[in-house]
């Protein structure tokens, strides 16, 4: 079973920022926060990921809460283009093969 | 840079013929995998592997065989297909883990197997 819990769907007007939440209240201290999208037809694609501090990089912030149960995604500056269902995984490498389990995720909708 | 391919993109076949499926990266990555994605499912690992050579078993292996003869190959085999394996089929790979450090995986596209 996933460890996360993301909202089943959530709508983001074009150009504003979208934000998606995600709760992960049993993460361990070595387990990482993932973040995949899959857009329809496609196969999954790597957003970002972190283990305690902020991330950013081109194409979204992550930002995790200081005690690390939840996380949140940020895409700044949504366009149509990142209408997708969006996956928030919790994985712990420590002397494992990393396999990712995806849950239902949270399917975004960007509106003109 | 390819990134990872996935052959074929499509194929029905009928109950009880065997078929195999090819997922090739140029990503020199140590590790692939073999997942199936259901209607209205997230995605479920079937096999990985972890180096040239070797193979093991995921959450849903049952049907399936893997080879990986060559680093930047991991096949799938269906012996004798069924109706419950028809799926999208998606292949991952990724840099090998060292201790905690976390490393992406990197997906094809999928192949979109129906059997009959």
């Known amino acids: 079973d996933a460890k996360t819990t993301q909202p089943p769907s959530m709508d983001c007007a074009e150009g504003r920022a979208a934000n998606l939440p995600c709760n992960h209240s049993t993460i361990s201290g070595n387990e990482y926060v993932y973040w995949y999208r899959q857009i329809h037809s496609q196969g999954p694609q790597y957003i970002i990921h972190?283990?305690?501090n902020n991330e950013t990089n081109e194409m979204a912030s992550l930002i995790i809460t200081e005690d690390r149960k939840s996380s949140t995604l940020i895409l700044p500056h949504a366009t149509l283009k990142d209408t997708a269902v969006y996956y928030c995984?919790?994985?712990?490498?420590?002397?494992?093969?990393?396999?990712?389990?995806f849950g239902k995720g949270t399917k975004l909708s960007v509106k003109p | 840079n390819a990134g990872v391919t996935q052959t074929p993109k499509f194929r029905v076949l009928k109950t009880g013929q065997s078929m195999t499926l090819l997922c090739a990266q140029d990503?020199?990555?140590?590790?692939m995998y073999w997942y199936r994605q259901d209607p209205g499912m997230g995605l479920r690992l079937i096999h990985y592997?972890?180096?040239?050579?070797?193979?093991a078993k995921g959450e849903v292996p049952d049907g399936y065989n893997v080879s990986r003869l060559k680093k930047q190959n991991f096949l799938l085999g269906l012996e004798s297909a069924a109706p419950s394996q028809t799926s999208v089929y998606f292949c991952a790979s990724s840099r090998s883990i060292t201790g905690t450090i976390g490393q992406p995986q990197h997906f094809g596209d999928g192949t979109r197997l129906s059997i009959l």
């Open positions: 592997s972890v180096g040239e050579g070797t193979t």
């Open positions: 972190g283990l305690k």
């Open positions: 995984i919790v994985l712990n490498y420590g002397g494992s093969q990393g396999n990712l389990i």
């Open positions: 990503m020199n990555h140590e590790y």
